[in-house]
């Protein structure tokens, strides 16, 4: 990591929290960064949009804090039990990172829905291609179909020690399905299957209420200070 170069970014409005500026810290030389490389760089709270490896470097706001679920002593409880029960009937398929129109139809539409009052409900076929077609490491596009039907997109990276949930899409249309939830219950059970420890699923930010689902998935590990502490150890003290 020390023969990488890196830039801070001038200071832009939050995403997430709407009343702060924040900044990143960007690994420049990003044709350096593979896969083994990517999984060095994550243990120190870095993360990837596109080809872009990034972390947040903001003065005085350390609110987004990486998080990872341990697969090997995770247990359901009963909701996601009956979560994965009612959606068993989708068929899951590994693909290579490609563009395909229904895959940015169902994009639009879910963050139309979804994600309405963020810039990314705005995309364009090209910030689409940047932002989850584009990777320097091991990625893989995960289709879910409902027989013929596209009903959810997982782009994932799949690291030594694990995989990692880069984004995922779906039917918003459909009222009583739970896609999110069943897609990282399917995430954690792949990991078991390649015989991995941990799924990543990248930051989560305690004042941020659409990140609270992460916590709904125990025993959960969080980065602290490039330390990895058991999520029920230190919330209180966060």
């Known amino acids: 990591m020390k023969t990488l170069k890196y830039h801070t970014t001038h200071p832009y409005p939050c995403g997430y929290l709407p009343d702060k500026m924040a900044r990143s810290e960007v690994v420049a030389s990003e044709n350096s960064v593979d896969t083994k490389m990517y999984a ?117 990276d799949q690291l030594p020690d694990g995989l990692s949930s880069v984004y995922t899409f779906y039917d918003p249309d459909i009222e009583s399905a739970s896609f999110g939830t069943y897609n990282i219950l399917w995430q954690i059970q792949f990991c078991r299957t390649l015989g991995l420890k941990y799924l990543y699923l990248g930051y989560w930010i305690k004042e941020h209420h659409k990140m609270n689902y992460k916590t709904n998935f125990q025993p959960l590990e969080i980065l602290i200070d490039d330390q990895w502490f058991p999520f029920e150890q230190v919330v209180d003290l966060l």
Request: charged residues 25%; glycine residues 2%; aromatic residues 12%.
């Open 40 to 156: 060095a760089l994550m243990q120190h709270g870095y993360r990837r949009s596109g080809r872009f490896v990034y972390r947040p470097q903001c003065e005085q706001c350390h609110s987004c804090l990486s998080v990872r679920i341990r697969v090997d002593t995770f247990k359901p409880n009963r909701a996601q039990r009956r979560c994965w029960k009612k959606h068993l009937h989708l068929s899951a398929s590994q693909n290579r990172l490609h563009f395909d129109w229904k895959h940015f139809e169902l994009y639009q539409r879910y963050q139309a829905k979804r994600h309405a009052d963020d810039a990314m409900a705005r995309d364009n076929y090209g910030q689409y291609q940047n932002f989850l077609l584009q990777s320097h490491v091991n990625s893989s596009l995960i289709a879910f179909h409902e027989r013929e039907q596209l009903r959810m997109i997982s782009i994932i």
